[in-house]
Nanobody
Framework: QVQLVESGGGLVQPGGSLRLSCAASGFPFDYYFIGWFRQAPGKEREVVSSIRGSGGSALYADSVKGRFTISRDNAKKTVFLQMNSLTTEDTADYYC??????????????WGQGTQVTVSS
């Protein structure tokens, strides 16, 4: 059974940090692009970051460059998103997703259930 399970979300003050985790099972994790998407209230879901199976070629949305870092531990079948210098604009539901050839809304094969991140003072 394929699973992507996000964790680590919560309430944090502006300027604070959170680390999200995505634990995967049921598919050949090492061969898949894994990424993080987010959806804020009233907005379209957008890609935040992605990383290829080898752990290289990481990509970031312009809005999070320099603040967020994606990484993966293939031995543990887990992907992380370290989020620093958080602002209220980062408030959203964050989703982990996986795709074999690329990462996009159209081609993603698997999605997690999401974890909430709220940045507020």
């Amino acid at each position: 059974q394929v699973q992507l399970v996000e964790s680590g979300g919560g309430l944090v003050q502006p300027g604070g940090s959170l680390r999200l985790s995505c634990a995967a099972s049921g598919f050949p994790f090492d061969y898949y692009f894994i990424g993080w998407f987010r959806q804020a209230p009233g907005k379209e879901r957008e890609v935040v970051s992605s990383i290829r199976g080898s752990g290289g070629s990481a990509l970031y949305a312009d809005s999070v460059k320099g603040r967020f870092t994606i990484s993966r531990d293939n031995a543990k079948k887990t992907v992380f998103l370290q989020m620093n210098s958080l602002t209220t604009e980062d408030t959203a539901d964050y989703y982990c997703a996986a795709g074999y050839y690329e990462l996009s809304e159209a081609t993603n094969e698997y999605w997690g259930q999401g974890t909430q991140v709220t940045v507020s003072s």
